[in-house]
């Protein structure tokens, strides 16, 4: 008795199917997303039935969520070491974080100009004031020319993205050149 093994041979392709047409783009697109979906449910069914058995309690946000906390960044310290430098960084910063304004030194809601900023952080130190603002001038003039004045300049600009800019230069000017 012998076993005979079916034959290997290829099939006629004469008989065969014709072949589907390829699938497009958004046709393959619609198969993943299905098949996706369906392995997320299974996913989704499975950590139910592998969690069920967790005793939790619902957590009540008031016991962790308790009021609102300081995220004002931490005050950093000057980095220059020259008075006049380090008032004009003061400068920079308060106005960064206080705001800026035009037209008067300090406006209602507490912004201030430039110059507002340079007073207040001079701390009444009239001649630190004045060693601020003529480097401050000096800064605005090497990049922009024949100015007038700090306050002019602080007045023709409709934001603050040129003035704090200066202020910020002015404070490297300053410590370069040791005041």
């Not at 202020?167 to 050149?177: H, K, T, Y």
Request: aromatic share 2%.
């Amino acid at each position: 008795m012998s076993t005979r093994l079916p034959s290997l041979a290829r099939p006629d392709p004469t008989t065969t199917a014709p072949a589907a047409p390829p699938l497009s783009l958004e046709e393959r697109l619609a198969l993943v997303n299905a098949a996706m979906t369906a392995r997320l449910d299974e996913a989704a069914v499975a950590y139910e039935v592998n969690t069920a058995h967790i005793d939790t309690k619902p957590v009540d946000l008031a016991d962790i969520v308790t009021g609102p906390i300081d995220t004002s960044p931490a005050a950093a310290s000057d980095l220059y070491p020259t008075p006049v430098a380090a008032v004009l960084q003061r400068a920079h910063r308060r106005l960064v974080s206080g705001g800026w304004c035009t037209n008067t030194l300090v406006d209602t809601d507490g912004a201030r100009c430039m110059l507002g900023a340079i007073r207040i952080e001079a701390g009444g130190d009239r001649r630190l004031e004045s060693d601020a603002a003529t480097v401050l001038l000096d800064a605005i003039r090497r990049q922009f020319g024949d100015v007038e004045s700090v306050p002019s300049f602080n007045d023709a600009h409709g934001n603050d993205r040129v003035p704090l800019r200066m202020v910020d230069q002015a404070a490297g000017l300053a410590d370069a050149r040791g005041l």
